[in-house]
């Protein structure tokens, strides 16, 4: 038997049980676990309200995880847990999962900031350079560098070679850390703003062309980042947290012929995944890249979960096995 996470109910968080252990089908191997992110990507296939739609439970969620083959190799998995129903996620001690979904790591990695980067690194890094094209000497915004694909974009720019990368964030001490993780400005973005104050701010802590931003959040925050864009400038868009719909103009968009790309890890080949993770595990072990991350033991994971959920953790929470 082995422990695992249980998820009983959409919408209430998983609780520690015991489960058979998994038995390694044709093309799959076997994981010893150490150590699993709460997404949210997690938490909303658990919701039941995702256009993946209502997973059957109870089931173990968890779409990634890291850990340990049987010969000691340390590897990233991913797993299909809430978007495809009757498959098991992580969040156990043991999982057997698709070779093709398991990536080797170096050797001297931390697994569990490794964990924490996961995904969401990876995002940040394919979205600057496979879909964003990022370029030596150019002048990055980071919209939304208070989270983990935020923090992770801030360091994965200038380690692609950006001259210079501008923050945005919320709170101070988020603008903060960012600054700490190398941006060389950050700007606040408040409550009550405006597509013009936000845009009048990022002029003020451009200097020179703004070449690409890097867009996690999108609504006001976006429309205003495409106004100080170089002509033939990009965006790229990877989330909504601030807002489904952005009040973009026409006219902005045309006259510097402007290029907004659309971006999804589900996007990537599982070859292209796998490169990313590779420059990701190789920066964090060599201590290049971090994010703010919390470690959890695994029997909290109820409470994690739902302080994940709530917004109340400090940074991304790992539960370590």
């Not at 038997?1 to 049980?17: F, K, N, V």
């Not at 252990?21 to 709460?38: K, L, M, N, Q």
């Not at 109870?58 to 850990?67: D, L």
């Not at 994010?291 to 994940?308: C, G, K, L």
């Amino acid at each position: 038997m082995i422990r695992a996470a249980l998820l009983s109910d959409c919408g209430t968080p998983p609780t520690i049980a015991e489960r058979p252990a998994p038995v390694p089908a044709d093309g799959e191997v076997t994981v010893i676990v150490e150590a699993v992110p709460i997404t949210p990507l997690d938490v909303l296939c658990a919701s039941g309200t995702s256009y993946f739609g209502t997973p059957a439970t109870p089931y173990v969620p968890g779409v990634q995880g890291v850990g340990r083959l049987t010969d000691g190799t340390p590897v990233w998995f991913g797993t299909s847990a809430g978007m495809r129903s009757g498959v098991d996620g992580s969040m156990a001690s043991t999982v057997a999962v698709p070779s093709a979904d398991v990536v080797a790591l170096p050797h001297d990695v931390p697994l569990t900031l490794l964990a924490a980067l996961g995904l969401s690194a990876v995002a940040a890094h394919a979205a600057l350079t496979h879909a964003g094209g990022l370029a030596a000497g150019e002048q990055i915004v980071v919209l939304g560098a208070g989270g983990v694909v935020g923090q992770a974009a801030v360091q994965l720019a200038l380690l692609g070679g950006a001259r210079r990368v501008i923050a945005v964030a919320r709170s101070a001490a988020a603008r903060a850390r960012a600054e700490d993780l190398g941006a060389a400005v950050s700007i606040p973005l408040l409550a009550d703003d405006d597509v013009a104050s936000v845009a009048d701010r990022l002029r003020q802590a451009a200097d020179g062309p703004v070449d690409l931003v890097l867009d996690p959040v999108f609504g006001v925050p976006a429309a205003a980042a495409l106004r100080v864009l170089r002509p033939g400038g990009r965006l790229v868009n990877l989330g909504s947290a601030a807002g489904a719909t952005a009040p973009i103009e026409s006219a902005v968009l045309r006259s510097g012929a402007l290029r907004m790309i659309g971006y999804t890890n589900n996007g990537l080949s599982a070859d292209q995944r796998a490169a990313s993770l590779t420059v990701v595990a190789g920066h964090a072990a060599a201590g290049r890249l971090t994010v703010d991350h919390e470690i959890v033991p695994f029997a909290s994971v109820a409470d994690a979960w739902s302080r994940q959920d709530g917004g109340t953790a400090a940074g991304r929470i790992v539960l370590a096995l």
